[in-house]
């Protein structure tokens, strides 16, 4: 995602029509089980953010 408009932070809700969530992959999952079900989108400075796909809010920003 190049630029967003939208403040990048745990617990902020993302704009559903903005931005495309792709599924975790497995390899995730099998670090962090509980996050089994949620999606992601990766940031143009590399940061991937981890959303609950049920809420749209952030819950994780890996660096």
């Given amino acids: 995602v ?3 408009s939208f ?3 745990v617990g902020v809700e993302v704009p559903r029509h903005k ?3 792709h599924r ?3 390899r995730i999952v099998k670090i962090v089980p509980a996050y089994e079900g ?3 989108f990766v940031l143009a400075d590399g ?3 981890i959303v609950d796909p049920d809420t749209y809010k952030i819950v994780l920003i890996l660096t």
Avoid: N
């Fill in 2 to 4: 190049r630029d967003v």
């Fill in 7 to 9: 403040d990048i932070s």
């Fill in 19 to 21: 931005i495309r969530l």
């Fill in 24 to 26: 975790l992959p497995a």
């Fill in 38 to 40: 949620y999606e992601y």
């Fill in 47 to 49: 940061r991937i953010v």
